[in-house]
């Protein structure tokens, strides 16, 4: 009982510390015209809040005291709106969204365990934090080089928790993964398709072994949410500056979360910058701004451990044993074999492919096609590179990460999947 207790008031802090700064009362201030949903707002605000505690991962700052100050905030900030707006703002989407949320906090809960990575690699960093310890200790724990923001977001709400459960620390990943999916499923007018899109979309990408200490999750949210406002029409300055701010500050944050980010990071926002409707000179301060986030990443990176690298080392040489083309052909077959299975795996892959063969049939949002395709392009070729420089054997690599990797950005297609079951049903 105590627990079932605990879940449930962790899904309501949770709710209330990404219920601010921005509510569809006070956003709608900002002299913006974009068509944002209440989901949208809230993950505007996890963008934000999880980029400040970004910065104070960084600085010495009580967190209890920051803590309780962005509840306080958010309960003044979202009083007078919920007062006001209260039956207006409930439909069936905030309805069925803490339902949602709360049976996987509840599966997590009985599933209560940490997997191999969350337990090899990721908890060192959580207890690291969890014990008050600064992150330039970090370089001292195994692994250094693994970045630190998603441990430290798991330890921020372990600690801040009013139950001393560990689990409790990582229900932010399933609560910001639902929030994602319904910022695209909300959007459809039609409350019978949206609740059978909603459905569909968590049975494709839903994996209870991913929310063992695993952090893709982290990444396949903010590539749905960063996707949807890359198409969203912006009809002012303010909607650019906006979009734009937010494109940035996800991405930077995103460089923290996994190793493999800082790819997923690069081909993105190069999409972005080619294929999305802006104008030459605003791609050509959107890519200043994104390359000295980088450059900031790595000095700040190198600065905090000493060196930047990787789990394994890459080496060139690893190529000579590839001299032999029968081997580049049992590479070639191998890795295309486990990615058929990822996919087989993780639906939500299949549907990206539907929508992209649909797509080019249609002739339609040919931008946005572009977009997906070069970044699933851009995937494809750093899978497969990945394996052929990697000194490990594929029986080591291939079953544990080709799935995992290939996930991570399967969320891209989401918000064009959104567009035409609307259409669909209207």
Known sequence: MVEILAIILQFFILHLFFSTPLNLNNYKKLNLQLSL???????????????????????????LAYFFLILTISLITNFSFLKKKLLQSINIYTIIFPIICLSIFFEIAHHAILDWDGLVHWFWKVNNFYQNQDIGNIKNLPLPQYPHLGSYLWSFFWKNSLFDYEYIGRLFIPYIYIVSLFTVCADIKNRLFGI??????????????????????????????????????????????????????????????KQECFFYVIFFNFCFVFFAKNKNSEKIYFTITIFFLIILYLLIEKSLKGDIGYQVKFDLSNLKKFIEIKLIAIYIIEITRHIIIAFFKYPILIFNIILLFFTALKEQNKNEYQFILFFFSLNFIFLYGIYFFHPSTLEEMLPNTVDRLLFQVSSIGIVLMGRWVNKISN
Do not use: R
């Not at 949208?40 to 963008?47: A, E, R, S, Y």
């Not at 400040?52 to 700052?61: G, K, V």
């Not at 912006?234 to 991405?251: E, H, P, Q, T």
């Open 37 to 63: 949903n209440y989901f949208d707002v809230i993950f505007c605000n996890i963008i934000l809040q999880i980029f400040i505690l970004l910065i104070i991962s960084f600085l010495n700052i009580n967190l």
């Open 196 to 257: 059978l899109f909603i459905i569909l979309l968590v049975s494709a990408s839903y994996d209870i072994f991913l929310f063992s200490g695993y952090q893709e999750y982290i990444t396949f949210a903010y590539i749905c949410f960063l996707a949807k406002f890359t198409f969203l029409e912006k009809k002012n300055y303010y909607d650019k500056v906006f979009s734009y701010a937010l494109i940035l500050i996800g991405s930077f944050c995103l460089l923290w979360i």
